[in-house]
């Protein structure tokens, strides 16, 4: 997969699930912001392209997980909010992340990345 492949699909979909080998052939086309180390599923990585910000995520081993974030606040509140739910987590609160859902959608209103170049 091409990153201009993975951006078609998080400009369709807010999140895309990829295997780490999908990953690494379209990481180059993301800048990385931020890496935080969760000590429980990988590092949650804050990254940028022109289409805007995403989190990469690993919620098992072999996977990942690219959510379509919109602007810097909504980012922001993304890593926080995950940053917290990771520190519930490790207190042993028995709770799960869903990596595969769209809680961002529900709970804020995330603006979409501008459409990539023709």
């Known amino acids: ?36 180390a969760t000590f429980i599923a990988g590092d949650l990585i804050l990254a940028r392209t022109d289409h805007g910000l995403f989190a990469v995520e690993e919620p098992k081993s072999g996977e990942r997980v690219v959510t ?23 207190d042993g609160c028995g709770c799960r992340i869903d990596y595969y859902g769209d809680k961002l959608a529900t709970s804020r209103s995330a603006k979409p990345p501008s459409d990539p170049p023709a």
Do not use: C, K
């Not at 690494?24 to 990385?32: D, H, K, M």
């Not at 919109?70 to 490790?90: C, H, I, K, N, P």
């Open 68 to 90: 379509r974030l919109g602007d810097a606040d909504t980012a922001a509140a993304f890593v926080q909010e995950r940053l917290s739910d990771y520190e519930r987590m490790w």
């Open 1 to 36: 997969m091409s990153p201009e492949e993975l951006y078609r699909l998080l400009a369709r979909d807010r999140i895309v699930r990829l295997s780490v080998d999908e990953w690494n052939a379209t990481a180059s086309g993301f800048e990385e912001v931020e890496r935080h």
